[in-house]
């Protein structure tokens, strides 16, 4: 059985003809948001309907991190090492300091309620950005159902003095977001309520000096399904979920491979021992491969 399909020559060169997408886990009912913790050697994730954050640890496997997780769905590390988790059930931003204990970021903006944050990265100088569509207030099955009271923006968050400012607001429903090794672009997946006429694609963004971003231009367009999250490697090559799968998209915006998975993909992130694995959340359950490559080193 195969587990890829190239388009490139440079693609044959990450993937390993021996290493099967072996599934970790499943019985889950929407998994989402991989963060990889190398000190801790595990990785958590979301299982958002079932309002928790799962941890899976090798030779170990499966536990439940916490629970009720407040419908959690993305997560990354800031620069300290702790989690940063978008909330959907409660609207909010989250730290889970050192001690366990639990800081809000971020849950409004000009004094209304944020939607239900999705997807967060930190950059190096330590701010958040995340991106605040409405799925979870939608309807009760990822959160609360409830009224929209702001529009879906990308927002970024100084934790320094808790400064807020609506980055892209031109999106249809921004999801993912990525930034570039060299942090010159962000990459951010505008998706929609699933229509036809919806968006597929990601957008890219360059980075001024002053970190007000420009462009937006169009890099790739997902197919079969839509971009939700993806993670760069350190030549830039941007691993994006898809409907069949993980798609390998290099630096100009081309696809180079795919890597097939049996259920629609919603995430990825790199860890492992090397940062050569590539952890797939996808619907019920939680794949992992090894490849020739590693993820860009943070947290």
């Known amino acids: 059985m195969s587990f890829y399909q190239s388009y490139d020559p440079v693609f044959d060169t990450y993937v390993l003809g021996n290493a099967p997408v ?31 954050i799962m941890r899976w640890t090798p030779g170990e496997g499966i536990s439940t991190y916490r629970s009720p ?65 409405h799925y979870g207030i939608m309807t009760n099955y990822e959160g609360f159902q409830s009224a929209q009271e702001l529009p879906c923006h990308v927002y970024r968050l100084d934790p320094s003095d ?14 993912g977001l990525a930034f570039t090794p060299d942090e010159t672009r962000l990459m951010m997946a505008d998706t ?36 939700d999250g993806f993670r760069f490697d350190p030549d830039g090559n941007l691993w994006s979920s898809a409907a069949d799968g993980v798609h390998c998209i290099g630096p100009d915006g081309t696809l180079r491979g795919k890597i097939l998975v049996p259920e629609l993909v919603s995430n990825v992130c790199f860890g492992g021992r090397g940062k050569h694995v590539l952890y797939i959340t996808a619907t019920t359950s939680l794949y992992a491969i090894a490849l020739n490559r590693s993820g860009v080193q943070t947290p």
């Open 22 to 52: 072996k599934q970790l886990a499943t019985g889950f009912d929407w998994t989402e948001g991989p963060v990889w913790f190398g000190d801790a050697n595990c990785l958590l994730f979301s299982d958002i309907p079932n309002n928790r």
């Open 162 to 175: 808790g400064a807020m400012q609506a980055m892209v607001t031109d999106g249809n429903c921004p999801n």
């Open 192 to 227: 929609g309520r699933m229509f036809k006429s919806d968006p597929t694609h990601i957008r890219a963004f360059d980075v001024g000096v002053d970190g007000r971003l420009s462009g937006g231009e169009v890099f790739h367009e997902i197919n079969p399904g839509m971009a």
């Open 69 to 133: 997780s407040n419908f959690a769905n993305g997560h990354t590390r800031d620069r300290e090492g702790r989690l940063i988790s978008c909330e959907h059930g409660t609207r909010r931003v989250t730290r889970t300091e050192h001690d366990g204990t639990i800081t809000v970021i971020a849950d409004s903006f000009e004094g209304k309620r944020l939607n239900s944050p999705n997807d967060v990265v930190v950059k190096s100088d330590g701010t958040i950005w995340f991106t605040d569509p």
